[in-house]
């Protein structure tokens, strides 16, 4: 059953990212897994200063500034433990087709405006944030070897999940 | 003897204020609260407290948070990882709170007397 959920999480990443490449992300190591994590909140910093720049809806706008605010700081705790470590994040297949799909995805909204922007914005946040936590949740915290990385997951978690929980509330907001 | 003694001392402060209250104001001494910020909760999410006790609310999250009054009159300001603040009761203190950055997160204070 949790095999299958973290097929459908990547499955899903895959699709919105439109690479078909079959990775097994339950494969991964620490410091890769540790690199995906790092580019998906980057990506969604990238998409909440989209929103900052092209919304004139305020509910977007604090929304996005939550979402800036909530990933830097757990970047930042990422980093800070990277270091304590002394390792490097490894990019691997599962974080470049993440910044595939970003590329396609903020070119596509970036042509939208007014309504049509704050749709597909919260849409997407709300999909995005249901596909990553159930890749964290499923592939990566079972797999994570290093306790202090596994723990930061799990905080990171119940962020990515709260964040979940308000998109959906921004997307019955915006439709 | 210690009785005799608490009676002695309110009957000397209501004669002085002529009031029930100054009984009270002699036998209360402000309490302080600890409220914890964790897993984007407030915990507890409800809390009794009296004019003039203190609160201090402490972030666990990594995320930064807030104690926000829903109609503003009163905040902490952002709360960053491991940082806390702490603030005084007064009346406009009563009712609901929560976190500016994530509206899901509730709470409430009850004045007592």
């Known amino acids: ?175 | 003897m210690q009785r005799r003694h608490f009676l002695q001392t309110s009957v000397a402060a209501l004669a002085v204020t002529g009031s029930s209250s100054a009984i009270h104001a002699t036998t209360k001494t402000p309490a302080h609260h600890d409220i914890t910020i964790s897993r984007f909760k407030f915990v507890p999410d409800t809390l009794d407290v009296r004019i003039g006790d203190t609160i201090t609310w402490l972030n666990k999250d990594i995320a930064p948070h807030t104690a926000t009054a829903n109609d503003d009159s009163w905040t902490t300001d952002e709360l960053g990882k491991k940082q806390s603040q702490t603030l005084t009761i007064t009346t406009e203190m009563s009712g609901k709170y929560y976190c500016v950055y994530h509206p899901h997160m509730k709470a409430k204070l009850i004045i007592t007397s």
């Not at chain 1, 490449?21 to 200063?49: F, G, M, Q, T």
């Not at chain 1, 490097?88 to 087709?97: C, E």
């Not at chain 1, 905080?155 to 990515?160: R, S, V």
């Open chain 1, 1 to 175: 059953m949790k095999l299958k959920m973290t097929l459908l999480a990547a499955s899903l990443i895959v699709s919105m990212t439109g690479t078909a490449k079959a990775d097994d992300p339950s494969k991964l190591n620490d410091l890769e897994i540790a690199h995906v994590a790092y580019v998906a909140d980057v990506i969604d910093i990238r998409y909440a200063h989209l929103a900052l720049a092209i919304s004139s809806n305020p509910d977007i706008h604090e929304f996005a500034k939550t979402m800036i605010r909530d990933h830097e700081a757990v970047n930042e705790q990422a980093l800070a433990l990277l270091g304590k470590l002394n390792a490097q994040p490894q990019d691997n297949f599962l974080s470049q087709s993440l910044q595939k799909g970003a590329e396609e995805l903020i070119t596509e909204m970036s042509q939208l405006r007014g309504d049509a922007f704050d749709k597909r914005y919260a849409e997407n946040e709300l999909a995005y944030h249901k596909a990553v936590n159930n890749l964290v949740e499923t592939a990566f915290i079972p797999n994570i070897e290093n306790a202090e990385v596994k723990s930061l997951f799990e905080a990171g978690l119940e962020i990515f999940k709260a964040h979940e929980s308000h998109a959906e509330m921004m997307v019955k907001k915006v439709n």
